[in-house]
Nanobody, 115 residues
Framework: QVQLVESGGGLVQPGGSLRLSCAAS????????MGWYRQAPGKTRELVAT???????NYADSVKGRFTITRDNAKTTVYLQMNSLKVEDTAVYYC?????????WGQGTQVTVSS
């Protein structure tokens, strides 16, 4: 059974940084792409960044140049380094793994950017 566990969220001031982690289990991690999504209050869930099994990356325009997604296959973990955080980055951040037609999600981690 696939399990995704996020960590690293918290409260940070505008301009600050956070690194989110997502530990995956129950799949052959290195075979699959991974993604980070976020959902702000009253808004739909949106794509933040994805990384393929060959480490190709894709980012939402709103985070390009500020966020970096990486993966460590040995640790079966995907990371999201978030720099120059803005108030509008406040959301619950979710880790995602697609395996065939199945979508797996973590429980989410809250990121709050506020002064």
């Amino acid at each position: 059974q696939v399990q995704l566990v996020e960590s690293g969220g918290g409260l940070v001031q505008p301009g600050g940084s956070l690194r989110l982690s997502c530990a995956a289990s129950g799949s052959i991690f290195r075979f699959y792409g991974m993604g980070w999504y976020r959902q702000a209050p009253g808004k739909t869930r949106e794509l933040v960044a994805t990384i393929t099994n060959t480490r190709s990356t894709n980012y939402a325009d709103s985070v390009k140049g500020r966020f970096t997604i990486t993966r460590d296959n040995a640790k079966t973990t995907v990371y999201l380094q978030m720099n120059s955080l803005k108030v509008e980055d406040t959301a619950v951040y979710y880790c995602n793994q697609e395996i065939g037609q199945n979508d797996y999600w973590g429980q989410g981690t809250q990121v709050t950017v506020s002064s």
